[in-house]
């Protein structure tokens, strides 16, 4: 696991009246007028000068003499930060936040915590208070990150929420990462407003895909997940916008007790109403956030399900639906599901049990959540091939 | 955190009664009923089941309730989309109706080498006069109403007689079709329907240069292919055979497809059809029946055999099919695969011959070689017998837009069209299903007709039934649905 906040043990970085976004570098020998906006990772001896500022881990910072260059101390569990990454330095300054990491596949931004879904099993509960300086924050991140990356991710909350500014954040990132692809969750509720579709698809990101989640093909148990009413409706007449201008969909489905039940159901409610979805992604459940306040509500072994959703998948992998299947270890599930099965947890929470090590196909396996110690399944066994 | 609501509190039962999206519905031998929505899904019910979704009495929230709501063929106050994704789905399947004319039909001579007696174009002899060939300048008139279609898509296909007798205008009509396109940017396909008799490299070098198609005939075996298709020195399959060889070799195996028509002396050798199929590597066979026009009807061959005697040898041959295809063979019925994919896709179908309102005109229009316009190859036969109703023009003074406005094809199209029809509106296999106008023509009279007597409907129901049948075992589906899907 890779903690993505952190203590900040000393700083004497300047003080500018808000929270900072900064690039770090480990280059030596970048030109001095650059060096004026980043952020210098001592490592040996040597302190390069004109750097904004320096950073460093535990309390190294005793060993060097140059107690006048401004220096932010973190506690060591950070030294994961290299080269390229971005951190923002709290006003106050007593925290950092990972907000993008260089060598990671997996950076998604938070571009609010507000929604208007109160998900059961939300890993990310939604706060009500005016977090506008999110959407400042991700300008900075889109500008300052490396124009290499293969994908970024746009998160919530629900991002659509800010309205005109999502559109523009999609055209930062478009702008600025003109090799990258972008992939962002939403509800998908406000494309149902089909000027707005329009004008995300104007943007005309070269590789965006939009993750919406659709929980069942029964309203009354999607609405129920969602905690909002109208919400199935919705998010359908979303997705039927986005496809008039053919901005590409994955579904989104997550796994749990009150999910698992009509999963055929939904398999065909996809192929049958929104078949021109690029991809399906059932995702096994990460236990934080309300999913652990809701446990009892929600948790279901997961080999419980295989079956039905052995076959939700192949009902949708025959019709050219590119399914997928997340977040589940290969222990619990039949074979016939093993080629649909991603190792996609972010490497930053990933983690296997003790058992996984007598594996034989530990390496192909996604493994856990690092979550899951508040609920490990009962048979995780390693499997001999 | 504040509180969560409770399942309940979603109901539907909490809101309003449901009402009914439209279905129609087929009694089965098992008592049970199939049940089809407008937009082609489906259901079994019993009788109870379905009175109580006719008279509103369904329980809110039972496993029932879901799956009929999430098939359309119930709204509720939760689910008011479903009458907008019907809509949706009808309009997508029957896409034809706004895509407009994409198979253009040249017939670039009337005569031929072969003197097939089910024929169903009055061909003419090989030595003819040149009076049955088009001109360069009726072609030019012709390539002026193929790009005046909006379809993005479009195929010219080459039709005779024997096409390759005239290839001196093929060539003509190919690179002028190319030169037009770079203006009009569509889609552009090029097929010719030919024996193959007089294939050479020469023609193959210019089928390669523009990506030209071949579609040929092979009846089956050879006994029974030069039985059915009779020409000079008695050697039609030997010449088909070695021309598919050449074909391939010059231009790939996908590039060249062959259809079969049903003979009397045909309906008991389907499986050696089949098999001959197989054996000539290619991936799939289209038992097609005889239609009911041209030297077919002169030669009473059309009445040889019953709709019934023909399904009951296409189910057998079907299982051959199959067992095939679950021995880890892939290979194909074409019309069983078509009806799959109406079934099974949610997506459009594009076949001409099947479609309502017709695909003929909307879909397809010919153009004959003196300059007479049809909304189909059968409009031309019954043409050549006497009938012009089919004709609705001529190069010499129609625009496309008189033709697609001709009062002869807005008879077949008015006609055709399912859902007005007064023996199709009912029909539960309505949204798999196409129409035939100029066959219930020829055979009662009108465009409509009347499908208590009709063969197609015989046929359609039988096919249609049987695909069903097929789809509730497991194997047999995965075998469908692979047709379905894999195909294009």
């Given amino acids: ?385 | 955190m504040s509180k969560f609501r409770e399942e309940s509190e979603f109901r539907a039962e909490n809101t309003s009664p449901y009402s009914l999206l439209p279905f129609n519905f087929l009694k089965l031998n098992s008592g049970k009923y199939r049940v089809v929505t407008l937009a082609g899904d489906y259901t079994e019910l019993d009788l109870v089941d379905l009175r109580a979704l006719v008279d509103g009495e369904l329980v809110a929230g039972s496993d029932l309730y879901l799956d009929l709501r999430s098939k359309g063929f119930i709204f509720d106050s939760l689910s008011k989309n479903n009458i907008a994704l019907t809509s949706i789905k009808l309009r997508t399947k029957m896409a034809h109706v706004f895509h407009l004319t994409s198979l253009h039909m040249f017939v670039i001579s009337l005569r031929c080498d072969h003197s097939c007696p089910y024929c169903q174009v009055s061909r003419q002899n090989i030595d003819s006069n040149d009076v049955f060939d088009m001109t360069e300048s009726t072609a030019d008139k012709a390539l002026d109403v193929v790009f005046s279609s909006p379809s993005k898509y479009i195929k010219i296909e080459f039709q005779g007689g024997e096409p390759l007798l005239n290839f001196d205008l093929l060539k003509y009509i190919v690179r002028r079709a190319h030169k037009l396109n770079e203006n009009y940017k569509r889609n552009l396909d090029f097929v010719i329907a030919t024996n193959l008799a007089m294939i050479s490299e020469e023609i193959l070098e210019f089928c390669k240069q523009f990506g030209i198609n071949i579609s040929t005939s092979l009846d089956g075996p050879k006994a029974l292919h030069n039985g059915n298709r009779p020409r000079p020195g008695k050697n039609s399959y030997e010449k088909t055979i070695k021309g598919i060889n050449l074909c391939r070799d010059y231009l790939g195996r996908e590039k060249v497809s062959a259809l079969m028509t049903t003979s009397p002396n045909s309906l008991l050798q389907f499986r050696e059809i089949v098999d001959e199929y197989l054996a000539q590597g290619f991936e799939g066979v289209f038992l097609r029946p005889l239609s009911p026009y041209g030297y077919a009807v002169k030669t009473k061959w059309a009445e040889s055999y019953s709709i019934e005697e023909w399904l009951e040898e296409y189910k057998k041959v079907l299982y051959y099919i199959l067992d095939i295809n679950m021995s880890g063979h892939p290979f194909i019925e074409f019309y069983t695969a078509l009806v799959a994919k109406r079934i099974l896709k949610p997506s459009y179908t594009g076949y001409v011959d099947l479609q309502h309102p017709t695909g003929a005109g909307f879909s397809a229009f010919l153009y004959n070689y003196d300059g007479k316009v049809y909304s189909s190859d059968e409009g031309r036969m019954l043409a050549e017998m006497g009938d012009k109703s089919l004709c609705i023009g001529d190069l010499k003074q129609d625009s496309f837009l008189d033709l697609i406005c001709s009062d002869q094809l807005k008879a077949q199209v008015g006609e055709s069209f399912g859902y007005t029809s007064s023996s199709c509106e009912q029909c539960a296999y309505l949204p798999y299903c196409g129409s035939e106008p100029t066959r219930h023509h020829v055979l009662q009279g009108d465009f409509m007709g009347n499908k208590i007597y009709s063969p197609f409907c015989k046929r359609q129901m039988g096919v249609i039934g049987h695909v069903f049948e097929l789809l509730e075992n497991d194997s047999y589906r995965r075998i469908l649905e692979a047709w379905a899907y894999d195909s294009t």
């Fill in chain 1, 1 to 385: 696991m890779i903690p993505l906040n952190g203590k900040i043990l000393l700083s004497t970085l300047p003080k500018i009246g808000k929270d900072k976004v900064i690039r770090l570098s480990n280059n030596q020998n970048m030109p001095l007028p650059l060096r004026k906006s980043e952020v210098f990772i001592l490592s040996g001896r040597e302190v390069p000068s004109g750097f904004w500022g320096y950073i460093t881990f535990n309390d190294q910072s005793q060993e060097y003499d140059a107690p006048d260059v401004p220096l932010l101390c973190l506690n060591s569990e950070m030294s994961h930060l290299t080269d390229g990454d971005i951190i923002r330095v709290s006003n106050d300054s007593k925290r950092v936040r990972v907000l993008y990491r260089k060598q990671s596949q997996h950076n998604f931004i938070l571009l609010t915590e507000q929604c208007n879904h109160y998900c059961l099993m939300c890993s990310q509960p939604p706060k009500t208070q005016d977090d506008s300086y999110l959407v400042e924050n991700t300008k900075d991140v889109l500008r300052l990150a490396s124009r290499g990356s293969d994908e970024i991710g746009f998160t919530g909350g629900e991002p659509t929420l800010l309205g005109d500014d999502f559109i523009n954040l999609v055209r930062l990132a478009e702008s600025y990462l003109p090799e990258t692809a972008l992939h962002v969750l939403s509800n998908g509720r406000a494309f149902g407003d089909l000027e707005y579709a329009r004008k995300l698809a104007e943007v005309r990101h070269h590789d965006l895909m939009i993750g919406i989640p659709i929980y069942s093909d029964a309203p009354e148990i999607h609405n129920y997940v969602v905690q909002s009413d109208n919400a199935l409706d919705e998010t359908v007449r979303g997705l039927i916008n986005l496809s008039r201008f053919s901005i590409p969909i994955e579904i989104r489905i997550v796994l749990h007790n009150v999910t698992k039940d009509r999963l055929l159901n939904l398999a065909q409610f996809v192929s049958r109403y929104l078949p021109f979805v690029s991809q399906v992604a059932f995702m096994g459940l990460e236990m934080v956030g309300f999913a652990r306040a809701n446990k009892d509500l929600l948790w279901v072994e997961p080999d419980s399900y295989s079956s039905q959703l052995t076959e939700a998948v192949e009902f949708l992998s025959v019709r050219n639906i590119s399914t997928s299947v997340y977040n589940l270890q290969l222990c619990l599930m039949p074979k016939a599901l093993w080629p649909f099965m991603k190792k996609a947890i972010s490497d930053w929470k990933n983690v296997y049990e003790p058992e996984c090590n007598e594996c034989d196909v530990r390496d192909k396996c996604g493994g856990f959540f690092s979550s899951h110690i508040y609920k490990k399944p009962i048979n995780i066994r390693p499997v001999k091939l």
